[in-house]
Every structure is written in structure tokens, then in C-alpha cells.
């Protein structure tokens, strides 16, 4: 489903990811870790194409096209989702409005008519029950005086509204209590089929105890470092990274 | 994303008027310039008694004392105006009976507008006054409005067949003293509407005119006049277009409104007059005097989407005269391409336990220059006065300028005001975050703005605020993308 | 006197005919025309004193250098200062005006980094009229403005207070936050107009204005623990000018503004 090649990617000036080879194919789950500042969200942003970071180098294969020809909204339309680790708000913009929008243009590029109101209307009760999403937050703004935990929620109740075939959760475990990790966590796994494929990056092993994974990378200082099973995450959970920076450095 | 918003601004630029169109109508006009013998022409025309021609003269003899004026942040070419058609009207056969009589292709330009004249405006609800150039071509529903006593009919009528009121009421809120362009309205007004909601009555349907300028070279000058008695309520919805020439065109109309006590009045106001092209060739210029003035426990509300004219000039407002009374101002003004606006309001707290609200929202794009001007005015005896105004700028691309220019006097140390206003641009935070769900960037940019204004389009009736979100989106083409 | 005072506090002396400022402390004192430059990469700091009449000041900020301004209006005087700001250049400046008097500061942003700071302070009383003027060019980007001014009148006082932060075509980044707070008692009239004039579209530009009253009940309460009407009024009015009496663009003089406008503060 992707395939990355030795991707370098940029901003200004400086090199973040330096050589990041990975391959996901449907029906699996990947986990990356990483100490801060290893590149963990720049490797998302540019994969879901954000134009502050340049691509120097290497390619990235999604279904079978270059991913690195299209925009941001071509990627999502052709499947790809990114689920922020700091979801924008967007004033005045009410979360219904804006899905049905995004729901749209999802079915119109996969040669679907447009939903009609009572469609959309139940896809949305069925949806956000899923991340058991207070129905009253589809009302509001986007994302405006959202809670932390209701935002990530938000995120994945998004996801489930447009059914890509690879998400990519940037930190969607980060600032959330345990209850809230729980429906968030159970919330992806529901929407976890043969057929799609998740990317989890995080910072700790507890999201992992929820969505288990095939397989779990070690990104530092711009590249994959180490990758296990889903064993080498309570690993890291206790050892810390050091022991693989160390022998990284001795290579 | 920066080249990308850059692109989506100039296709956005070059985005259609779809009302620009001419009616094929046979026109009689009366020729250019303006003299006492044309304000008598005009007066004559209309069949107005000798009073109301009295007036006209009184008004424009100040007029020719008065000097253009030159505050507003606004370049305003010269205006020559004994170049400009004073009346101009369609021929009508005969006077008209019932909607059939109507000239059909009359009724083709309206129907064209979208203005439900006919029977869906039973289904609609609106009862509508069209105001076509000079005149007033048909007043629907005029029956059903009578059973309750209301008045809905054109300015010219209302002279005629309620001399009391009209002598009572005209002027009385904007004084033809007032400004340059009210001097001149006053001397020059050729129709509008009038309307009159007797007390203790609420109005069981929307009232609206709407305004179209056709015959080239023509200023329009409509007077509209509302008079709510006490403790009676009516919304009043207005909307105007013009055909796209290359000519500069005169806009300057008076819209009255007296809330008597405890009466309740919503304006609401769509501006879509023909910007001029891209280049800024053509257009309207729109230099309008709104004002109501409120009595003890009265509200007025003034709603108002800008996104027409080449040059606006605008400051509906309130005089808050009476204990207890309050005002609303809620306003989005969109530009683009060369387009100016400088609009606002003016709250005058002058009754005690006065509120005022005022909410505006600028947006600018392309090369326009959009200013928020308003003024709070709490006067000596206006204790327990409160204000709170709310101005926001939003800039599409860095070619354009958004500018605030409010000033507050308080005269009365009882009173709290606070105004607050921001600049932002629509963030690359914001664009990312819905091309990753997969919308282009003209949609996200137009889906923000709508966001960005819903505030204000909140408080439209719900069949302007469709149109309303429309025009915005409509308005923004060949600006983003 | 309150001018000597702070004067004593900077061991200023007065500025050279040249105009040329080097590190140090400096006192303008009374009615002329001056030219002040302050050399690239110094710390300056300078006392602006009025005297009747019209006194007018352009102030060079050159690069890197550093210019704290203390200013005070004590006297029926007109007051010009305008002032540019070199690129990384630093003004900060306050304000301190308890007469009828006209002031008007333009500030200038000319280079890159340049940052210009205001906090001001009007009081008065009786029949004054004064008007306070702070108008801020950003005229290139990335550069910042504070711009804060409370006003309190009371008695028949009239105070206006008029604020323009200009921003120039290309002048992207600009930040600038304008301010404007103010309190009337009995019978004062407040004006404030605080203006945006913008050419540029990234930029954070926001203003707000509020024109209030005493806190009643604040008021009582004090009272109700044993203060005089006019101290717990006095202490209510220092609460609201403390911040910019507190964070005054030179160290050590709060005990002398606070002096200055308490004398004042028991007039109203």
C-alpha cells in the first residue's frame, strides 16, 4: 500500500528525515516511536504532503502511484488520512458543515453521489458513536474550545467519517486521561479492517496495550533506526532508548 | 501553500457578477444635469403636491452650499454631477391593475434576480416592493398587509395618499441638512418604499425591496421610510443589483426608520451592486445615509453582507433615544479586485439603560481597501450606557488593506464601553488542515470565510443568509483558491 | 520636584548640541527643538521633561541600539516627539501626563527587528483638556509595537486619546498590539479612537479600547474596612495605572511616578 524510499526531507534549511525506508501493506499496524525531535511528525506532515517541508530525495509509492506528485487534498481524497497531533481550530466552521464537505469530495473521487441531508445525518449518529463523540460537538466550530481529549476524539471520528485506507495518527495519545486513550485507542481498532492499514506514532507503550501492532520502528535523527515486534515497545517502555542510540552511534 | 493561495487569488479575482445583465425596456429619462427646473421635472412627474416640492427645493438650495466630502478613507473620483440622469423610468402602458399587467419583460429581469414577485411569494412569505431605477414597479400583497393596517408601498404613493404621515415622519431622522449625499437624495429622491406598521401589530411577513438600476447614466436615489408604532415589530430585507457597465454609476439613497416605544425593527440588507471588473473599470458607487432613531424600550437591529459596489460609503446607525432602548449593528463587508469600502456605524446613546452591539466583519482581498469607521457616542444624561463593538479584519493575499477606525466618547462616567478588534489572514494551519481532508483550497478558503462571518450571517432570515453565503463565496472568485 | 528627583535617580546630564547620545543618562528639560541620535549598539536611557510652550524631539534609534525614554507632561505644553527605530533598534518609552496638554509620539519602524514600546499614563482633573497621541509606522517587516494608554478623568475633564498603528505594503510580520483603558468619574468626558491602518496581510495586529468606570463595590468594601472614600478611590485608580507605573522603561523611578500622579490622584 506504501512504500517509502529513502526519503530526505527538508525544512529551510535543515535535513530532518535522512533516509527513511518503510513499507505498509494493507491489514497491518505500525507503530513509531522515537525521542523528541527525531522526526516522528515531520514523517507524517510530509507524507500527508505539507508544503513547509521539502523532499530532497527518495520516493514514496502509495497504491501504486507517486504519492509525492500529488497535493495535500489529492492524498486525502485518494485515501490517506493524518490524524493531528494539534487538530486547528477553524472559527464560525461548524464540524457538520465541514465533514459534509470533506465526506463529499471522499465519494466524488471515488465516483460516488454526494450523500443526501438524512444520509449524512445517520452517518454521523453512527460515527460518532463510535468514539462515543458528544453529538452536540458536530454543532460547534471546528475543533474551537474543544478539550484535548474531545479534540483526538474528533480526529478519529473524522477518520471513521471518511473511511481512508491509511491513517496516520500523529501522537493522537498525547494529553489524553486514561478513559479518553481508551475510547480513542478501541475507537481505531473498530475501524481497523483487512483492508487498511494504520500508522500509530507515539511516545509511549500504553496506546499499544489498545492497538497492537505488527510491527514497531525506532525513528532517530532522521532515520529507522531498529524495528521489532510489538515486544520492542515495552522494551523501550522500560529501557528507554539509549541502548539503541548507543549502538547506533558505535555503527 | 504560499504559491497555492497565491494562485487561488487570482482565479478568485476573476469571478463573475451574474447580475450584470441589461433589460431590454423601453426608458424614459429625463435629460442629464440637475437644476431647480429638473427637481420641479421630477416633483411634476410624480404628480406630488406642492409642499413636498417645496422641500425638495429647500433641500437642494443647502446642497449647493455643500462641499464633497473627503473623510472616509476613500479615493472617490470626481464626480460631475450635471452628468448625471436624475429619473429614469420604465414605460408602463398604463397604471397597473394586478401582476399580470406587469411588462413582461419587466417580470423576466426580476424573475431573473431571483425576486419572487409572483405566487411563490406566497409560499416565500415576502411581500416585496421593486424598485426599478427611479420607480416603484410593483408592491406585492398589499391586500394581506392592509387587513392588519400596515402600509407597504412605494415612497411616491405614500406622498400622495398619506400626506399626514409623510409630513410627520420624512426628514425626520435624517434631516436633509445632514450630509452632501442626504442633501441631495432629498432634493432628487425619485421613489422607494414606505411602510408603516400600525401599533401593537407584528408584521406577519417579511418586507422587502429591491432595488435594480438598469438605464445607463443614471444616479438612483431611493428614499425608503419605515415607521413602527409602539410595540409593533417587522423585519425589512433589502437587496439591490445593477447591469455591469463601464461607467461609473450614482448611488445615494435614505433609508428612515422611527422605532416608537417598545416597537422592534430588523433591517436586513444585501448589497450586491456591480463592483466593476477586475480592473476596477465600471461599478457603482454607494454613498448611502441609513439611520433609525428609537424611542423608550425600542430595538433596532441593522444587519448588513457588502459585497458589491465599486466605492461604499455607509454607516447605518442608531440614535438611541428614548430609556432602555438598544441597537444592533452586525455587518460583513467583503472586497476584492479594486473595490473600497468604508463602512460602520454610529451608536448615539443619548436615553438612559441604553445597549448597544455592534459586530463587524471585514474581508478583503485582491487590491481592495476595506475600513471599519464607527462611533460611540454616550452623551451626558445617558447613564448606565453600554457598548460592546466587536470589528475583525480578515486579509486574503498582501496586495489589499483592512483598516479600523472607531472613536468612542463617553460623556457620561457611568457608562462601560469596550471594543475589540483583530487582524488575521486565513492561517496555512487552517488551509493544511482541510486539504488533508481533502478539500481544495478555494473550498477551504471559502468554507473559512463563511466560518468567519457566521456571526453576522446568523442574524439574516434565513432565505438571505443562503443567498448571502453564496455571494460571499461568489465574491471571493479569482481571489483564492 | 518630581523632574529633579528622577533626574538625581539617572545622574542625567543634558544633551550635547550635537545631540549625539552615548551610553548614559540624558535630561531634555523645557521648551526647544532637539535633535537626539542614539549611536548603533548603545544603551541610552533619557528624561523628557516639558515646560509651557511647544517642545519638539526627533529621536534617531540607531542599529542595535537601545533607547529607555521616560517622559513626563506636568505643564500646559505641546509636545512632539518622533522617533525611528533602526533595525534590532529597542525604544521603550512611558508616559506620565497629569496636565492640559497636547502630546504627540510617532513612532517609526524603519528596519528589520526594531521594536518600539509605550506605556502611558493620563490623569486629570477639574477643567483640563488633554490629548495623547500615539501613532506607530511599521514600515518594514518583522518588526513589533506595545502600545498601552489608561486615562482617568474626572471633575469636567475632557481626555482624548487617538492611536494609529500604520502598516506599510510588504511590511509582513508585523506584531503590534494597541491598547487603550480608561476610567471617567463625575462628570469627565473620555475620546479614544484607536485606529488600524494595514497594508499587509501576515501580520498580528489587534487593538481594543475600553472606557469604564470605578468598581463600586470594591469601593465599599473598602470603606466598609475603615479607608476614606477618596483613599479607597485613590487606591482603585493606582490599582488600574500600577502595570504601567510598575513596568516603566527605566528601573528605579516607580517611587517617583507614583508620587507624581498621587499628588494628582487626590484631586479627583
Same mark, same amino acid.
Given at each position: ?18 533516509? &527513511? ?10 507503530? &513509531? ?50 490524524? #493531528? ?12 458543515? #465541514? ?46 474550545? #474543544? ?30 486521561? &486514561? ?73 | ?48 403636491? *406642492? ?33 448625471? +440622469? ?18 413582461? *419583460? ?21 411581500? =416585496? ?19 392588519? $393596517? ?40 425619485? @421613489? ?33 421610510? +419605515? =415607521? ?17 457597465? @463601464? ?11 422611527? /422605532? ?61 433615544? $428614548? ?20 463602512? $460602520? ?13 455592534? /459586530?463587524?466583519?471585514? +474581508? ?9 469607521? $464607527? ?7 445617558? @447613564? ?13 493575499? @498582501? ?8 472613536? +468612542? ?6 457608562? =462601560? ?65 | ?44 536611557? %533619557? ?45 521603550? !518609552? ?14 517609526? %519602524? ?37 502600545? !498601552? ?72 468594601? !473598602?470603606?466598609?474596612?475603615? %479607608?476614606? %472614600? ?39
Amino acid at each position: 500500500m506504501l512504500k517509502v524510499e529513502n526519503l530526505h526531507a527538508s525544512v529551510g534549511d535543515k535535513m530532518i528525515l535522512k533516509g &527513511i525506508n518503510l513499507e505498509v501493506k494493507a491489514g497491518e499496524v505500525h507503530a &513509531i516511536m522515537g525521542p523528541n525531535g527525531s522526526g516522528k511528525s515531520t514523517l507524517a506532515s510530509v507524507l500527508a504532503g505539507n508544503e513547509k517541508f521539502t523532499v530532497t530525495e527518495g520516493s514514496v509509492e502509495f497504491e501504486g502511484e507517486n504519492l509525492l506528485d500529488l497535493n495535500i487534498e489529492e492524498r486525502s481524497r485518494r485515501g490517506l488520512f493524518l490524524g #493531528f497531533q494539534y487538530p486547528v481550530e477553524i472559527p464560525g466552521v461548524t464540524m457538520a458543515n #465541514f465533514m459534509k464537505l470533506a465526506v463529499n469530495e471522499q465519494r466524488k473521487a471515488r465516483g460516488l453521489e454526494p450523500l443526501t441531508a438524512a444520509e449524512y445525518l445517520r452517518m454521523m449518529k453512527e460515527k460518532s458513536a463510535i468514539v462515543e463523540l458528544d453529538s452536540k460537538l458536530t454543532s460547534r466550530a471546528v475543533n474551537e474550545g #474543544f478539550s484535548g481529549g474531545e479534540k483526538k476524539k474528533n480526529e478519529i471520528f473524522q477518520m471513521a467519517m471518511l473511511e481512508p485506507k491509511l491513517s496516520i495518527l500523529d501522537e493522537t495519545d498525547s494529553g489524553l486521561d &486514561i478513559d479518553a486513550l481508551r475510547i480513542v485507542a478501541t475507537g481505531v481498532t473498530r475501524l481497523k479492517t483487512k483492508e487498511n492499514a494504520t500508522v500509530v506514532i507515539t511516545h509511549y507503550q500504553r496506546l499499544l496495550d489498545y492497538i497492537v501492532p505488527d510491527y514497531v520502528h525506532v525513528l532517530y535523527k532522521g532515520r529507522i533506526i531498529y524495528t521489532g515486534d510489538k515486544s520492542l515497545a515495552l522494551k523501550l517502555e522500560k529501557e528507554g532508548y539509549d541502548w539503541l542510540i548507543n549502538d547506533y552511534k558505535e555503527e | 501553500m504560499e504559491k497555492d493561495t497565491k494562485d487561488i487569488i487570482q482565479e478568485l479575482e476573476s469571478g463573475d457578477y451574474k447580475y450584470g445583465f441589461v433589460t431590454d425596456i423601453e426608458t424614459e429619462t429625463i435629460g442629464r444635469g440637475l437644476s431647480e427646473d429638473v427637481i420641479r421635472l421630477i416633483s411634476a412627474k410624480k404628480g406630488e403636491p *406642492e409642499w413636498m416640492l417645496e422641500r425638495r427645493l429647500k433641500a437642494y438650495r443647502h446642497w449647493l452650499t455643500l462641499e464633497h466630502p473627503h473623510w472616509a478613507h476613500l479615493d472617490i473620483p470626481e464626480i460631475d454631477f450635471q452628468d448625471v +440622469i436624475y429619473y429614469a423610468a420604465p414605460k408602463q402602458k398604463k397604471a397597473l391593475g394586478s401582476m399580470d399587467e406587469v411588462d413582461p *419583460e419587466l417580470k423576466r429581469t426580476f424573475d431573473k434576480l431571483g425576486i419572487p414577485l409572483e405566487e411563490q411569494m406566497a409560499l416565500a412569505g415576502v411581500a =416585496v416592493d421593486a424598485v426599478m431605477d427611479s420607480v416603484s414597479v410593483k408592491t406585492t400583497f398589499r391586500d394581506t398587509l392592509a387587513e392588519k $393596517g400596515i402600509i407597504f408601498c412605494s415612497i411616491s404613493e405614500a406622498i400622495k395618499e398619506h400626506p399626514e404621515l409623510i409630513k410627520k415622519y420624512l426628514g425626520s431622522v435624517v434631516s436633509y441638512a445632514d450630509n452632501f449625499y442626504a442633501a441631495l437624495n432629498a432634493a432628487v429622491f425619485s @421613489d422607494g418604499s414606505f411602510c408603516y406598521i400600525p401599533k401593537g401589530v407584528r408584521c406577519p411577513m417579511e418586507l422587502s425591496t429591491y432595488f435594480r438600476i438598469n438605464a445607463e447614466g443614471t444616479g438612483q436615489f431611493e428614499r425608503t421610510l +419605515i =415607521v413602527a408604532d409602539e410595540g409593533s415589530y417587522v423585519s425589512y430585507l433589502e437587496g439591490c443589483t445593477a447591469p455591469r457597465r @463601464d461607467e461609473n454609476q450614482l448611488h445615494a439613497a435614505v433609508v428612515e426608520i422611527v /422605532v416608537e416605544k417598545d416597537a422592534d425593527v430588523k433591517y436586513s440588507t444585501v448589497q450586491n451592486w456591480y463592483p466593476g471588473d477586475k480592473e476596477g473599470k465600471g461599478g457603482i458607487y454607494n454613498f448611502v445615509t441609513k439611520r433609525g432613531i428609537c424611542r423608550e424600550g425600542a430595538h433596532l437591529s441593522w444587519t448588513q453582507v457588502e459585497t458589491g459596489s465599486a466605492i461604499t460609503w455607509k454607516y447605518p446607525s442608531c440614535i438611541l433615544q $428614548g430609556d432602555n432602548s438598544s441597537g444592533e449593528f452586525y455587518s460583513v463587508a467583503m472586497t476584492n479586485n479594486y473595490q473600497q469600502a468604508d463602512t $460602520g456605524t454610529k451608536m448615539i446613546h443619548l436615553g438612559r439603560n441604553t445597549r448597544s452591539r455592534i /459586530v463587524s466583519k471585514g +474581508i478583503s482581498a485582491g487590491r481592495s481597501q476595506n475600513a471599519y469607521r $464607527g462611533l460611540v457616542r454616550v452623551a451626558k444624561g445617558a @447613564d448606565n450606557a453600554r457598548n460592546y463593538s466587536q470589528c475583525d479584519s480578515l486579509l486574503i493575499g @498582501d496586495k489589499c488593506g483592512a483598516h479600523t477606525f472607531p472613536v +468612542i466618547d463617553s460623556q457620561n462616567p457611568s457608562a =462601560v464601553l469596550e471594543h475589540e478588534a483583530t487582524t488575521s489572514k486565513i492561517s496555512e494551519d487552517q488551509l493544511f488542515y482541510c486539504n488533508q481532508r481533502g478539500l481544495s483550497t478555494e473550498d477551504a478558503v471559502g468554507l473559512i470565510v463563511n466560518g468567519y462571518a457566521r456571526e453576522v450571517l446568523a442574524k439574516l432570515p434565513m432565505e438571505f443568509a443562503v443567498e448571502a453565503q453564496k455571494l460571499l463565496s461568489l465574491s471571493l472568485e479569482g481571489s483564492v483558491g | 520636584m518630581v523632574v529633579e528627583r528622577i533626574n538625581e535617580i539617572l545622574g542625567a546630564k543634558p544633551v550635547d548640541a550635537g545631540g549625539a547620545l552615548s551610553s548614559g543618562a540624558y535630561v531634555i528639560c523645557g521648551d526647544s527643538a532637539t535633535d537626539v541620535t542614539v549611536a548603533e549598539g548603545t544603551t541610552a536611557q %533619557l528624561l523628557i521633561a516639558d515646560a509651557p510652550g511647544a517642545i519638539e524631539i526627533n529621536i534617531d534609534v540607531e542599529r542595535g541600539a537601545n533607547l529607555s525614554i521616560v517622559h513626563l507632561v506636568t505643564e500646559h505644553s505641546s509636545t512632539n516627539i518622533s522617533i525611528a527605530v533602526a533595525e534590532g533598534g529597542v525604544c521603550r !518609552m512611558t508616559q506620565a501626563v497629569i496636565s492640559s496638554s497636547d502630546s504627540r509620539v510617532v513612532a517609526s %519602524l524603519v528596519g528589520s527587528g526594531a521594536r518600539f514600546e509605550l506605556g502611558g499614563v493620563f490623569v486629570i482633573t477639574d477643567e483640563d483638556q488633554t490629548s495623547v497621541t500615539v501613532d506607530v509606522n511599521h514600515m518594514v517587516a518583522d518588526t513589533v509595537s506595545r502600545t !498601552m494608554v489608561k486615562g482617568v478623568a474626572s471633575g469636567n475633564a475632557h481626555g482624548s486619546f487617538s492611536g494609529l498603528v500604520y502598516v506599510a505594503p510588504d511590511a509582513q510580520h508585523t506584531d503590534s498590539v494597541q491598547s487603550s483603558r480608561n476610567v471617567t468619574i463625575g462628570t469627565a468626558r473620555i475620546e479614544t479612537l484607536p485606529q488600524l491602518e494595514i497594508y499587509a496581510d501576515d501580520v498580528k495586529c489587534s487593538h481594543g479600547a475600553t472606557v469604564g468606570q470605578m468598581d463600586v463595590d470594591a469601593i465599599l468594601y !473598602m470603606r466598609q474596612r475603615g %479607608l476614606s %472614600l477618596v483613599d479607597a478611590k485613590r487606591l482603585q485608580i493606582e490599582g488600574f495605572v500600577d502595570d504601567v507605573v510598575l513596568h516603566a522603561s527605566v528601573e528605579g523611578i516607580t517611587d517617583a511616578l507614583t508620587e507624581l500622579l498621587g499628588e494628582k490622584l487626590t484631586r479627583l
